[in-house]
């Protein structure tokens, strides 16, 4: 196995080699950091549910903040048509 790392070394130059593993390595602290962010997250929400907030609600208004304001509008009329086209409203 060693001699297939060193067969393979000689594909890439020292410097590739270098910013190869420059990559990778800034991948892995920011994995780490998307987990340390996530449960940062995960105590939030649970902070939110511990005070009475719905946290199904509060994930469903941070994802309509994101939308544009125009193309949400768009799509709730185009719900509300199709619900009043099968009797829900």
């Known amino acids: 196995?060693?001699?297939?790392?060193?067969a393979h070394s000689d594909v890439l130059n020292a410097t590739a080699?270098?910013?190869?593993?420059?990559i990778i390595e800034r991948i892995e602290r920011l994995e780490v950091e998307k987990g340390e962010i996530a449960e940062q997250i995960k105590e939030v929400k649970?902070?939110?549910k511990g005070?009475?907030?719905?946290?199904?609600i509060i994930a469903k208004v941070?994802?309509?903040r994101k939308q544009d304001?125009?193309?949400r509008q768009?799509?709730?009329a185009i719900l509300?048509?199709?619900l009043s086209a099968i009797g829900e409203i």
């Open 62 to 64: 941070i994802r309509l």
């Open 74 to 76: 768009e799509e709730d």
């Open 46 to 48: 649970a902070e939110a």
């Open 80 to 82: 509300d048509l199709y």
């Open 1 to 6: 196995m060693a001699d297939d790392a060193s």
């Open 17 to 22: 080699q270098g910013q190869l593993k420059s």
């Open 69 to 71: 304001r125009a193309k």
């Open 51 to 56: 005070n009475g907030f719905d946290v199904k």
